[in-house]
């Protein structure tokens, strides 16, 4: 429908035409043509943000630096010093992306 609206026609009839074009073999095909190639391209990130969230939580503090992509900066009465992001709250995060890709694959989804 957003698609419909932005390719110049009418926002009242957007809904129903949609509907219509939907039902088009081509159309629809072309669509989950699409979504496939972006879920492919998602499943790569998901492996990259996991692979992030294990290298915070494994990080040890000595290896903090400013030159560390796992880093932020923190300011403090000294300045800007590096700090990694709370470790909890990546394993948390881990914990629940890989609860979330692990129910995935009990249904054959990626």
């Given at each position: 429908?957003?698609?419909?609206?932005?390719?110049?026609?009418?926002k009242?009839s957007?809904k129903?035409?949609?509907?219509?074009?939907?039902?088009?073999?081509?159309?629809a095909?072309?669509?989950?043509?699409?979504?496939a190639?972006?879920?492919?391209r998602?499943?790569?990130?998901r492996?990259q943000?996991?692979?992030?969230l294990?290298?915070?939580?494994?990080?040890?503090?000595?290896?903090a630096?400013m030159?560390?992509p796992l880093c932020?900066?923190a300011?403090?009465k000294?300045?800007?010093?590096p700090?990694f992001?709370?470790?909890?709250?990546?394993?948390?995060s881990?914990?629940?992306?890989?609860?979330?890709?692990?129910?995935?694959a009990?249904?054959?989804?990626r």
């Amino acid at each position: 429908m957003e698609a419909y609206k932005l390719a110049g026609y009418k926002k009242s009839s957007a809904k129903a035409n949609a509907t219509r074009l939907m039902e088009n073999d081509g159309i629809a095909a072309r669509i989950a043509e699409l979504r496939a190639q972006q879920s492919a391209r998602s499943e790569f990130s998901r492996d990259q943000f996991r692979q992030f969230l294990i290298n915070i939580i494994t990080a040890k503090p000595e290896q903090a630096s400013m030159q560390s992509p796992l880093c932020e900066v923190a300011m403090t009465k000294k300045g800007p010093a590096p700090v990694f992001p709370d470790k909890l709250g990546a394993a948390r995060s881990f914990f629940r992306a890989t609860r979330a890709m692990t129910r995935f694959a009990k249904f054959g989804m990626r």
